[in-house]
Structure formats: C-alpha cells, structure tokens
C-alpha cells in the first residue's frame, strides 16, 4: 500500500539540469532501498540508480556516473534525482520503484512499488 508520486520532469536544453522528486504516501518507505529507472520510447524501462534506506549503498548505471546523483530524505519519505549535464539520451519516462528487500536492485523486478512516472525531454 505504498504510493509513490514522481515531480520535476520538464523540457531542459543539452547540458542543462533537472532534479527529480518522489514523495510516498500511504506507507512510509524510509527502510526501502529506492530506485530510478527511466523507458525512452520503444525501448526497454532501464536501470538509472538505487540508494538503501540508510544511503550506505549507492549504485549508478554506467551511463549516468558522474552526472546523475541520488539521494534520499527519510524524514520526507522523498527520494532525489539530481540529473546535470543532460543529453539527449537522457530523454525518457523516468520512474521512481522501491523495493522492500535488497537483492539484484539494479532489475525491475527486485522493486515493489511503482510510480507513475516523469517525462524528461532533452532537447538539442
């Protein structure tokens, strides 16, 4: 019964940044290991980072290393997006998962919990 909401998908220009929020509701969320992952349009929904509860374990995809940083404030039962540098490949449906155990967090299936996602269009 967790509810997650994604905010601050928008149109930025190449280069440019955005951060993404997702909120809980409904059931707090702060033992969960949260993820992002994004789906571009005819493409399979893909890995982007994941953060644990405590924010001990931090793991990016190798596409977003060193541009996209994740965070999470518990006390919100909101997780953050930081996404700088954009580029046109970054354009997608990004969607924020919780999982409510800690294994093989980098696939779709090891989270719960979905939301609705955030469009971010990049443009060139």
């Known amino acids: 019964q967790v509810q997650l909401v994604e905010s601050g998908g928008g149109l930025v220009q190449a280069g440019g940044s955005l951060r993404l929020s997702c909120t809980a509701s409904?059931?707090?969320?702060?033992?969960?290991?949260m993820g992002w992952f994004r789906q571009a349009p005819g493409k399979e929904r893909e890995f982007v980072a994941a953060i644990t509860w405590s924010g001990g374990w931090i793991y990016y995809a190798d596409s977003v290393k060193g541009r996209f940083t994740i965070s999470r404030d518990n006390a919100k039962n909101t997780v953050y997006l930081q996404m700088n540098s954009l580029k046109p490949e970054d354009a997608a449906v990004y969607y924020c998962?919780?999982?409510?155990?800690?294994?093989?967090?980098?696939?779709?299936?090891?989270?719960?919990?979905w939301g609705q996602g955030t469009q971010v269009t990049v443009s060139s």
């Open positions: 409904g059931r707090t969320v702060s033992r969960y290991t």
């Open positions: 998962a919780a999982a409510s155990s800690g294994n093989a967090l980098t696939t779709r299936r090891a989270y719960d919990y």
